[in-house]
């Protein structure tokens, strides 16, 4: 039972998930427990299994959110600047969103690493490839990009991001 007051079940899992983001965040994926999640969300193991059977479930769904976000936002950049065909433009602003959503990116650098672990998780990147809206290469050169700035550490005008700018700038966005 829950100890504190009953929510909606969207509005407990949203709590639940906020919670295991910043865990996960904290102290690595590997390293999170549920116990962890539950003590962060303020509810106790049993209600958190209610919800959830495992990190990697709550993993699912933050991925779940942010991949809609992910692939909404560059839409949106692609649709807005595709109309003047300013490739520029375009690579610019996806890179400047993956630079400035450090946490979408930490935790979407997550999944890319947890996804060889867990079925699910693969069945959810399967899923991701095939309703994107947006070409599989670029979703790949996201990724890239994505774990680039994570783990490589670069900076915007890097060899490294030159290289992954221009490869964006190929695939011909409009």
Known sequence: MCKNKRLPA??????????????????SFPKTTMEDVAKKAGISKDCLYNYYKNTYEILYD???YYKYNIIEKTSLIIDMYGEFEDSDMIVNSITDMIF????????????LIEVH??????????KIKIDSVIKAEILELIES????????DITKN?????TLSNKLKELQLH
Do not use: P, T
Not at 158 to 162: E, L, Q, R
């Open 10 to 27: 969207h509005v407990r899992k949203l709590d639940i998930c906020i919670a295991g983001k910043e865990v996960f965040l904290m102290k």
């Open 62 to 64: 933050l991925v779940a």
């Open 100 to 111: 400035n959503e450090k946490e979408i990116r930490g935790i979407y650098i997550i999944f």
């Open 117 to 126: 672990n867990n079925e699910k998780l693969k069945k959810l990147y399967r």
């Open 145 to 152: 990009m994505a774990l680039s700035i994570e783990f490589l």
């Open 158 to 162: 890097s060899n490294v991001f030159n």
